[in-house]
């Protein structure tokens, strides 16, 4: 995403916010977006917190669970978790991710792109160029997708280089959605599934995403191998 000739109109504000141990990437064509973004994360993060404290099984739970009715930020993680057969943990960047998103929409913002933890949630006014992360793997931040359609939310799962908990293989399971909270969600149960050879793992990866109803495309990198299914953005090349 450059910068175009009339600074005044193409201008982007970029920052890196840390909650915790949520590293958050926050771009914007306001500085107040940033701004908006910022108290989004820390506003949520601790509205989950202290939901957290009274229910200990929503944190540690590998299974959906009943959607409490507030904060939203759980609310909006048990019900993507019920639609992925997941945790609801499972979703908590990418949900984390909209509110911010939906925030900064609130005052105007026209490009509101927020990542946490890898998983994004943007809308915009022009095309975004992200790129895949796969650890120490050839592949990995040498290519990427440019978004054009906008809302959406991309999250990627990984067996391999994640901090987050998977029980398959995949070096990258990435979802495209209309929200980032259903991606990720859904991201890690494709990634569950990814095991054994590469075209057994790489179709139960593809089928299994495209199972859940507001999935639009799935991408998985595993062995080496890439499948792909659904609408996904245009694939490019990253430059290192």
Same mark, same amino acid.
């Given at each position: 995403?450059?910068?175009?000739?009339?600074?005044?109109?193409?201008?982007?504000?970029?920052?890196?916010?840390?909650?915790?141990?949520?590293?958050?990437?926050?771009?914007?064509?306001?500085?107040?977006?940033?701004?908006?973004?910022?108290?989004?994360?820390?506003?949520?993060?601790?509205?989950?917190?202290?939901?957290?404290?009274?229910?200990?099984?929503?944190?540690?739970?590998?299974?959906?669970?009943?959607?409490?009715?507030?904060?939203?930020?759980?609310?909006?993680? !048990?019900? &993507?978790?019920?639609?992925? %057969? +997941?945790?609801?943990?499972? =979703?908590? #960047? /990418?949900?984390? @991710?909209? $509110?911010?998103?939906?925030?900064?929409?609130?005052?105007?913002?026209?490009?509101?792109?927020?990542?946490?933890?890898?998983?994004?949630?943007?809308?915009?006014?022009?095309?975004?160029?992200?790129?895949?992360?796969?650890?120490?793997?050839?592949?990995?931040?040498?290519?990427?997708?440019?978004?054009?359609?906008?809302?959406?939310?991309?999250?990627?799962?990984?067996?391999?280089?994640?901090?987050?908990?998977?029980?398959?293989?995949?070096?990258?399971?990435?979802?495209?959605?209309?929200?980032?909270?259903?991606?990720? !969600?859904? &991201?890690?149960?494709?990634? %569950? +599934?990814?095991?054994?050879? =590469?075209? #057994? /793992?790489?179709? @139960?990866? $593809?089928?299994?995403?495209?199972?859940?109803?507001?999935?639009?495309?799935?991408?998985?990198?595993?062995?080496?191998?890439?499948?792909?299914?659904?609408?996904?953005?245009?694939?490019?090349?990253?430059?290192?």
């Amino acid at each position: 995403m450059g910068i175009g000739k009339n600074k005044l109109r193409n201008a982007l504000f970029k920052e890196e916010y840390t909650y915790k141990n949520s590293i958050c990437h926050i771009i914007s064509d306001t500085l107040q977006g940033i701004i908006v973004a910022k108290e989004s994360i820390t506003h949520n993060y601790q509205e989950l917190e202290n939901y957290i404290r009274t229910s200990q099984l929503f944190f540690y739970t590998f299974d959906p669970i009943p959607v409490p009715s507030e904060p939203l930020v759980a609310k909006l993680m !048990a019900l &993507a978790a019920q639609k992925a %057969n +997941v945790g609801p943990m499972a =979703a908590v #960047a /990418g949900v984390i @991710a909209d $509110l911010a998103v939906l925030d900064m929409q609130s005052i105007g913002c026209k490009v509101a792109v927020v990542e946490d933890g890898g998983e994004i949630s943007a809308v915009s006014d022009r095309p975004i160029d992200v790129a895949v992360s796969a650890g120490n793997e050839p592949l990995s931040k040498r290519f990427g997708f440019r978004l054009n359609e906008f809302p959406i939310g991309v999250a990627t799962s990984s067996g391999r280089f994640s901090h987050a908990f998977s029980f398959g293989d995949a070096e990258a399971a990435t979802v495209f959605c209309k929200d980032a909270g259903l991606a990720d !969600a859904v &991201a890690t149960a494709v990634g %569950n +599934v990814v095991k054994g050879t =590469a075209e #057994a /793992g790489i179709e @139960a990866g $593809l089928k299994q995403g495209l199972s859940t109803p507001g999935v639009l495309g799935v991408f998985v990198l595993y062995q080496g191998k890439v499948g792909t299914a659904g609408k996904i953005p245009q694939i490019i090349q990253i430059e290192p």
